[in-house]
């Protein structure tokens, strides 16, 4: 696949994004997940003024430094620009400068690497309008005939550059550096019959951030795995196989950081059935918070180790202050228990960004069941119970994969 370049909008600065399918460094079939992506991120600031060239080292992602291997995500270049100038315009001998006259600053700001694969040239104008001079009073620096305007901000952090490539990663993998070559020029332009200067103050910042997690190779017979609070006691875990084999063995893999693994119990393959279905209930530990992230490992009679995807248990708030919600991660609804029986209980859907997801209502009860009025995109919720008599609000948060 040839790298691609998209025009975008918004703030994004620089955006290098590739397929981890095609970036998977000696692994085939792994996976790579929100809970063991690590990242690495190098930055260089530079002042300058207005014309002048730097260069921006930055090491390549060494991929031995996984011990079995990494997959690369992602290399996120980012390059800002502020840009603060005092203008100054002063009559030339001669006469009188035109009414309402114009200066321009001009700005070319040149990127260029082998890594990239392209130059990235933005150029901007900022028009300094409605000026007035009186004729050359032969006293430099003072009069009507002088005008000072700033020093002023012309651009406080604006993106140098604002396109997303895609394709290959080989350029920001390996040893060694990749070296970013940024020039800045600038002109000021007005009528003839003014002397107009600029002192420029630039400050430039590079930074670049890798995304990679170190590569596990998944088990292809896992067909299903997936994690259900029960309650505020049980996590159940059920996972489908296929082509099952005699001897091999499943360990249940848990972790409080999605990083660290360490088993938990083990279960053998059924010796009868190819296909087949397990189950598992694990006792969540009375009063635990934050996560449990649960994984499979699949060891076959060869030694041969093969992992299933990691599924999310949120415990921070799935119980709080008496306010119970299940299951979590849900499906398509929620069950609420709520602290007691109030006469009323207003109960808000909110998104991880606060904007108000659906509501609704129960009353004389301290249960519900809350149906999602619409498909909930991959993300953290929160459910907000309100005791619309005593005006108390508790909240718990959910996961939608």
Known sequence: MRPRRIQLSGGTLMLLLYSASLLVTMKANAQCSAATMQS?????????????????????????????????????????LTVSATITMESNPGPTPAANFKVTLDRDDDVSSTALGADLDPTTSYPFKNNNLAANDGVPGSG??????????????IPLINDSITGAGIPFQGTGDNTFTYTSTTNISGPSSVNSTADIHDTIVFSITYYYCPATVLASNILTFTATRENDQTVKLDWITTNEQAGRTYSIEVSNDGKSFSDYASQAADPVNMDASYTYNYPVTPGSTGSLYFRLKQVDVNGTPGYSPIRIIDLGAGFVSGFLIYPNPPSDYLNLLFPSTGQGWQVDIISADGSLVQRNYYNNTNSGRLNFQHELSAGTYFARATDLQMAKSYVASFLIH
């Open 40 to 80: 690495t991120t190098y930055s260089q600031t530079f002042t300058g003024s207005g014309n002048d060239p730097y260069t921006a080292n930055f090491p390549k992602l060494d991929m031995s430094t996984c011990p079995g291997g990494c997959i690369f995500i992602a290399a996120v270049l980012k390059a800002t």
């Open 144 to 157: 009507p005939d002088y005008k000072q305007i700033g020093p002023v901000t012309l651009s406080d952090h």
